[in-house]
Antibody, heavy 124, light 110 residues
Framework: QVQLVQSGAEVKKPGSSVKVSCKAS????????????INWVRQAPGQGLEWMGG????????YYAQKFQGRLTITADQSKGTAYMEMSGLRAEDTAVYYC?????????????WGQGALVTVSS | QSALSQPASVSGSPGQSITISCTGT?????????VSWYQQHPGKAPKLLIY???KRPSGLSDRFSGSKSDNTASLTISGLQAEDEADYYC??????????FGGGTKLTVL
């Protein structure tokens, strides 16, 4: 089964941007015959899970939660088997663990594999 | 979309059964059979328990089961074990390629 490995923790200033990567170890996206999506979910300290958006790497199609429209960009590089989540205009309340999660196949809206999470701390 | 509603906490003794509810609306839980459940231990990533309301991933214990009635989905854990102590989250497809999670329920095994 494909495992998702994320980049490390980040500390950012308010107003700046952060880019978190999520690599599919064991193969690139396009060696998997099943079309799947990579979603991003975040969890603020002591809080619940919050869905942010996702991408279908095979087609480059993206979709975002309304709350993050305009601040969130999700991309994928199929040749590297890696997806990216970039958020701009960071605020203190964006401090959270950011997870990538695989949806297999796409359109099923459940997440069977998760990355280990990347802590993003926004502080002046 | 608003988060799905879950009880903040539930508890049970080893061997007992517990049920966690997840209440949404006719636009999410009530409309689609795309409810899933996740277990999360402290400091760990969530783990899929149930998908499409009632289905279990291969290899998962049959002590975990899911159901749905109208706008409310439920997760039942039978034969409670100490290692079941964790946070549990429901989620549902909410239309327009969007997903909504519940607020989470902390399960304490007494």
């Amino acid at each position: 089964q494909v495992q998702l490995v994320q980049s490390g923790a980040e500390v950012k200033k308010p107003g700046s941007s952060v880019k978190v990567s999520c690599k599919a170890s064991g193969g690139t996206f396009n060696t998997d015959p099943v079309s799947y999506a990579i979603n991003w979910v975040r969890q603020a300290p002591g809080q619940g899970l919050e869905w942010m958006g996702g991408i279908l790497p095979m087609f480059g199609k993206t979709y975002y939660a309304q709350k993050f429209q305009g601040r969130l960009t999700i991309t994928a590089d199929q040749s590297k088997g890696t997806a990216y989540m970039e958020m701009s205009g960071l605020r203190a309340e964006d401090t959270a663990v950011y997870y990538c999660a695989r949806e297999t196949p796409s359109g099923t809206y459940f997440f069977d594999s998760w990355g280990q999470g990347a802590l993003v701390t926004v502080s002046s | 979309q608003s988060a799905l509603s879950q009880p903040a906490s539930v508890s049970g003794s080893p061997g007992q059964s517990i049920t966690i509810s997840c209440t949404g609306t006719s636009s999410d839980v009530g409309r689609f059979n795309l409810v899933s459940w996740y277990q999360q231990h402290p400091g760990k990533a969530p783990k899929l328990l149930i998908y499409e309301v009632t289905k279990r991933p291969s290899g998962l214990s049959d002590r975990f089961s899911g159901s749905k009635s109208d706008n409310t989905a439920s997760l039942t854990i039978s034969g409670l074990q100490a290692e079941d102590e964790a946070d549990y989250y429901c989620s549902s497809y909410a239309g327009s390629s969007s997903v909504v999670f519940g607020g989470g329920t902390k399960l304490t095994v007494l």
